[in-house]
């Protein structure tokens, strides 16, 4: 099981670090990535990481202000989010991927846990 948090709200500008932590799942071996759905829109893929942690990717729109990580120890993915916009507020969901990472960076993943709210206010 998947399990995000660290959603809340805040003003445009804050930043907030959003956890994913795998209960009864090793992560290791395989590509995790982190999503949004803003509401009425469609779940759009933001940044993806190797478990090795060595590569990462980021969509255009958040490079610079967001970044992937992951603890080994923990068995968690982060997403530190800075300089928030109010057009990010979305529930924020995290995600394995087990294929490729030319997969995983097209947004191609097989598991998924429960999303965390993220309310970016003007």
């Known amino acids: 099981q998947l399990q995000a948090s660290g959603g809340g709200l805040v003003q445009a500008g804050d930043s907030l670090r959003l956890s994913c932590t795998a209960s009864?799942?090793?992560?290791?071996?395989?590509?995790l990535g982190w999503f949004r759905q803003a509401p009425g829109k469609e779940r759009e893929f933001v940044t993806a990481?190797?478990?090795?942690?060595?590569?990462?990717y980021y969509i255009d729109s958040v490079k610079g202000r967001f970044t992937i990580s992951r603890d080994k120890a923990k068995n968690t993915v982060y997403l530190q989010m800075n300089n928030l916009k109010p057009e990010e507020t979305a529930v924020y969901y995290c995600?394995?991927?087990?294929?490729?990472?030319?997969?995983?960076?097209?947004?191609?993943?097989?598991?998924w846990g429960q999303g965390t709210l993220v309310t970016v206010s003007s």
């Open positions: 990481i190797t478990w090795s942690g060595n590569t990462k």
């Open positions: 995600a394995i991927s087990y294929g490729s990472w030319t997969r995983a960076i097209r947004g191609d993943y097989d598991y």
């Open positions: 009864g799942r090793t992560l290791s071996g395989y590509a």
